[in-house]
Nanobody
Framework: QVQLVESGGGLVQPGGSLRLSCTAS????????MAWYRQAPGNPRDLVAG???????YYADSVKERFTISRENAKNTVNLQMNSLKPEDTAVYYC?????????????WGQGTPVTVSS
């Protein structure tokens, strides 16, 4: 069994910063892609940023130049540094990963961490 546990969400004023972290644990042979998604009330869950096993990154247009995704392979952890936050960044942020567990490829989700950007 594999689990993803997120941390770092909270309340921040517009223009502020937050850092989200997500750590995978359990029966992990290797981790391929790791990514962050977000879902605001009434909206679908959208991709925010992703990073593959060799460090290539990609971002949604709405967060480019403001968010930075990184991973710490030795700790099975992916981070999302969020700067210059805007009210429209308010959402629940979810971690997702493509993981080889034994002989099976799985794509677990974290439980989500809420981010609120408000004055």
């Amino acid at each position: 069994q594999v689990q993803l546990v997120e941390s770092g969400g909270g309340l921040v004023q517009p223009g502020g910063s937050l850092r989200l972290s997500c750590t995978a644990s359990g029966n992990i042979f290797s981790i391929h892609r790791m990514a962050w998604y977000r879902q605001a009330p009434g909206n679908p869950r959208d991709l925010v940023a992703g990073i593959n096993s060799i460090g290539d990154t990609y971002y949604a247009d709405s967060v480019k130049e403001r968010f930075t995704i990184s991973r710490e392979n030795a700790k099975n952890t992916v981070n999302l540094q969020m700067n210059s936050l805007k009210p429209e960044d308010t959402a629940v942020y979810y971690c997702n990963a493509v993981i080889r567990s034994g002989s099976t490829i799985i794509e677990p989700w974290g439980q989500g961490t809420p981010v609120t950007v408000s004055s």
